[in-house]
């Protein structure tokens, strides 16, 4: 993917979890990882969030992709 494939609530997969956005960046985007607390999806409303929000940089980014 690319930076600009990304926006705030898009749901994507890396490095075998499902993420999502919370946030873009002129050259990251932020991201809450969806797979860690799959039983509670209170654990994702936010801002502010009650689970680590994550960056992903330009490297990073090239390896997500879209669900399907």
Same mark, same amino acid.
């Given at each position: 993917m690319?930076?600009?494939? !990304? %926006?705030? =609530? *898009?749901? !994507? +997969? &890396? =490095? +075998?979890?499902?993420?999502? &956005? ?5 050259? $990251?985007i $932020?991201?809450? &990882?969806? /797979? @860690? %607390? #799959?039983? @509670? #999806? /209170?654990?994702y409303? =936010? #801002? #502010?969030?009650?689970?680590? +929000?994550? $960056?992903? @940089?330009?490297? /990073? *980014?090239?390896? &997500?992709? *879209?669900?399907?």
């Amino acid at each position: 993917m690319k930076r600009s494939d !990304f %926006h705030i =609530g *898009i749901e !994507f +997969e &890396c =490095g +075998e979890k499902l993420w999502r &956005c919370t946030d873009v960046g002129s050259r $990251v985007i $932020v991201a809450v &990882c969806l /797979s @860690d %607390h #799959p039983e @509670d #999806p /209170s654990w994702y409303n =936010g #801002p #502010p969030y009650a689970v680590a +929000e994550f $960056v992903f @940089d330009e490297d /990073s *980014i090239q390896a &997500c992709s *879209i669900i399907a």
